[in-house]
């Protein structure tokens, strides 16, 4: 059971990187907060405007095999301790806190330790990416289903937790594939799709840094994006849309501001690409 002295850990979504973005929930509890953990993918816009009291220390890990990484048991660790020590953590994550955010695992440990805790839900770059890009998740016309994967999963291992046939399988019959964090794996990942029959006309589409002022789009096919994407030099944070709705962007984008120019989105000016010059 916690103690009355205890502080509360609040497990909150960031979003994709516009500030605006956040919750208005997540804003207030960022300027009340005693401490400020956060991962690596939060955008600094946002981490600046935490307040002076806050103590603001990065947990992120980095990609890599030398890259600087906090465990998660460090993290865990760092949660309870804090909690336990009278302090309001916020505990500030890249998008949602439950989508590949590790949030589950945290708020297990925190119930085991006996601290309080809240879920602060974000806008997941899954939905987010694809929108801001003037490609809609869903369709209508085009996509009834919307299936979210992990970009980190080797397709070409035995043990693999992703169905690959069924994933292919549920794009050719009009679903919508999102891919998150899957630049690395984007020429295996495209690989696995056409392996179990998606053609490779089906089209595919790459969106980096979205919401963020280097906002960028690259569209084709399974047949072109891996080459594409490789030309423009995509780079993390970046989320893989496969399916029919990526062909929408080509209906909207003129008109979708700062879609393919430079326009006023929530007051300020971001830039967005399409393609980077190579259609």
């Avoid at 006996?114 to 996509?143: C, K, L, M, N, Y």
Wanted: glycine content about 12%; overall charge negative.
């Amino acid at each position: 059971m916690s103690r009355a002295s205890d502080g509360t850990v609040y497990l909150v979504g960031a979003g994709p990187g516009d500030p605006e973005l956040l919750t208005v929930r997540a804003r207030r509890l960022l300027d009340a907060a005693d401490v400020v953990l956060h991962d690596r993918l939060v955008s600094d816009d946002i981490l600046d405007a935490c307040p002076d009291s806050a103590a603001v220390v990065d947990v992120g890990k980095r990609p890599g095999p030398d890259g600087e990484r906090t465990t998660q048991e460090e993290i865990d660790a760092l949660l309870v301790r804090e909690a336990r020590a009278g302090r309001d953590v916020v505990r500030l994550k890249g998008g949602d806190p439950t989508v590949f955010g590790r949030g589950g695992e945290e708020s297990e440990h925190l119930a085991a330790a006996g601290v309080d805790f809240e879920v602060v839900p974000g806008v997941t770059s899954a939905v987010a990416a694809p929108a801001v890009a003037g490609i809609p998740p869903t369709h209508r016309d085009r996509a009834s289903s919307l299936t979210v994967v992990t970009g980190h999963e080797d397709p070409t291992k035995a043990e693999s937790a992703l169905d690959w046939a069924s994933l292919a399988g549920n794009v050719a019959a009009g679903g919508t594939l999102v891919v998150l964090m899957g630049v690395g794996r984007l020429p295996d990942n495209v690989a696995a799709l056409r392996g179990h029959g998606l053609d490779a006309d089906t089209p595919a589409a790459m969106v980096e840094n979205a919401t963020r002022e280097a906002e960028y789009t690259v569209t084709g096919t399974l047949d072109t994006i891996v080459e594409r994407a490789r030309r423009v030099g995509i780079d993390p944070p970046a989320v893989a849309v496969v399916g029919d709705v990526v062909e929408v962007r080509d209906r909207v984008a003129e008109y979708l501001r700062g879609a393919g120019a430079t326009g006023a989105v929530g007051g300020s000016e971001r830039r967005v690409s399409d393609n980077r010059g190579v259609e």
